[in-house]
């Protein structure tokens, strides 16, 4: 039997109003320095881009501090979309059965991307 893996898009390929990183104990809020309002269709084309990962093969994704969720807020009728970013060991991405290398590559542009963001310094 041969094993299908999913290798579409991992989100909507559309700009979403907010991209917010979550901390994945659940424990913590989120720091308002980590919510894009500008520029969110990078980090969806970022995330898009990121290669495959087979499932079967990869690392767990292992509840920690180092997973953070990337909340994606797109307008009706999808809505609220979480992609779990695992920023340790493989560095996996994860949404609906889809596993994807890069996760870190993602909250450091979404970071960066925070950063230079008008009236900041």
């Known amino acids: 039997m041969a094993r299908s893996t ?3 898009l991992l989100v909507p390929e559309a700009a979403p109003a ?7 104990d659940r424990t913590k809020a989120p720091s308002p320095g980590e919510e894009l309002k500008w520029e969110t269709l990078q ?3 970022a ?3 990121l290669p495959a990962a087979d499932p079967a093969l990869s690392c ?3 509840r920690s501090p180092r997973v ?7 307008p009706p009728p999808t809505g ?3 992609v779990a970013l695992n920023t340790a060991g493989c560095g996996l991405a ?3 059965g889809q596993f994807r290398f890069g996760a870190g590559q993602v909250v450091d542009l979404l970071r960066r991307l925070v950063e230079s963001r008008p009236g900041t310094t």
């Not at 907010?18 to 901390?23: E, G, K, Q």
């Not at 953070?68 to 797109?74: I, Q």
């Open 6 to 8: 999913r290798t579409g």
């Open 18 to 24: 907010v991209a917010r990183l979550c901390p994945g």
């Open 43 to 45: 980090v969806v084309m």
């Open 47 to 49: 995330l898009n881009r």
């Open 60 to 62: 767990p994704t292992t």
């Open 68 to 74: 953070v969720d990337l909340v994606l807020v797109y």
């Open 80 to 82: 609220r979309i979480v």
């Open 94 to 96: 994860y949404r609906d």
